[in-house]
């Protein structure tokens, strides 16, 4: 039978940004086995999953104690249970959309938040044409109330789908308000203040991370 809950270590180490990044992935798996009505699953079968090392899996968990017991695996419920918590994702988190355009309104409409913990309560957006229309269950408002909204509604995460020009003036308005963690999808990476967490999407740069593998460049 596998371990349940893990031994915290008294000085976790400071974790990387590239280990945080896949614990989303962890997650996603863990959920899908548990489906399955998979009970114990292995570093061997997470790596083939994640297409890494199981020794890279038992790398990334160590940064957070000690789970599972070697050559029996790991809990799945118990493993995700643990990430979860870990991640903040046993609660809700309140989001905001600041960009209406028709970027903002697919990630409006997109389904998929609710069941991972998040919930989208305010959209904004800087054109009056578009102000008090709804798309979905939310009313779009004007930045002006943003201030207001962002406290009464414990706004804490913002998503930003505004053109690259109104983007810094738009991240330091949420930071100005209190939200602490930003998603960005302008071209553009924005400056914030210490404390704050962004993260930029930017698709045409993946695109072109790719074509250098599809390209003939002799630079391989």
Same mark, same amino acid.
């Given at each position: 039978?596998? $371990?349940?809950?893990? %031994?915290?270590?008294?000085?976790?180490?400071?974790?990387?940004?590239?280990? #945080?990044?896949?614990?989303?992935?962890?997650?996603?798996?863990?959920? +899908?086995?548990?489906? !399955?009505?998979?009970?114990?699953? $292995?570093?061997?079968?997470?790596?083939?999953?994640?297409?890494? %090392?199981?020794?890279? #899996?038992?790398? !990334?968990?160590?940064?957070?104690?000690?789970?599972?017991?070697?050559?029996?695996?790991? $809990?799945? /419920?118990?493993?995700?249970?643990?990430? +979860?918590?870990?991640?903040?994702?046993?609660?809700?988190? /309140?989001?905001?959309?600041?960009?209406?355009?028709?970027?903002? +309104?697919?990630?409006?409409?997109?389904?998929?938040? %609710?069941?991972?913990?998040?919930?989208?309560?305010?959209?904004?957006?800087?054109?009056?044409?578009?102000?008090?229309? $709804?798309?979905? !269950?939310?009313?779009?408002?004007?930045?002006?109330?943003?201030?207001?909204?962002?406290?009464?509604?414990?706004?804490?995460?913002? #998503?930003?789908?505004?053109?690259?020009?109104?983007?810094?003036?738009?991240? !330091?308005?949420?930071?100005?308000?209190?939200?602490?963690?930003?998603? /960005?999808?302008?071209?553009?990476?924005?400056?914030?203040?210490?404390?704050?967490?962004?993260? /930029?999407?930017?698709?045409?740069?993946?695109?072109?991370?790719?074509?250098?593998?599809?390209?003939?460049?002799?630079? +391989?």
């Amino acid at each position: 039978m596998a $371990s349940s809950l893990p %031994t915290q270590p008294p000085h976790r180490p400071e974790v990387p940004e590239v280990v #945080i990044a896949r614990l989303p992935q962890y997650v996603r798996i863990l959920s +899908r086995l548990l489906e !399955d009505h998979v009970d114990v699953v $292995s570093s061997q079968q997470l790596g083939e999953k994640l297409q890494v %090392t199981p020794a890279q #899996i038992r790398k !990334d968990l160590s940064y957070f104690g000690r789970f599972g017991k070697q050559g029996r695996g790991y $809990s799945v /419920n118990s493993l995700l249970e643990r990430l +979860r918590q870990i991640l903040g994702l046993n609660s809700y988190w /309140n989001v905001a959309v600041v960009g209406v355009g028709r970027l903002g +309104r697919a990630i409006i409409s997109y389904p998929g938040f %609710t069941p991972d913990g998040f919930r989208l309560v305010a959209a904004f957006d800087a054109n009056p044409a578009v102000i008090g229309d $709804s798309v979905g !269950d939310l009313k779009i408002s004007p930045m002006d109330d943003l201030k207001d909204m962002v406290a009464r509604q414990q706004i804490s995460i913002a #998503i930003v789908a505004v053109p690259a020009e109104k983007t810094q003036e738009v991240v !330091d308005l949420l930071t100005d308000c209190g939200v602490r963690a930003i998603l /960005n999808y302008a071209p553009i990476t924005p400056q914030v203040p210490g404390g704050v967490r962004i993260r /930029n999407i930017d698709p045409v740069i993946s695109l072109q991370s790719m074509t250098y593998y599809l390209s003939g460049s002799d630079n +391989r």
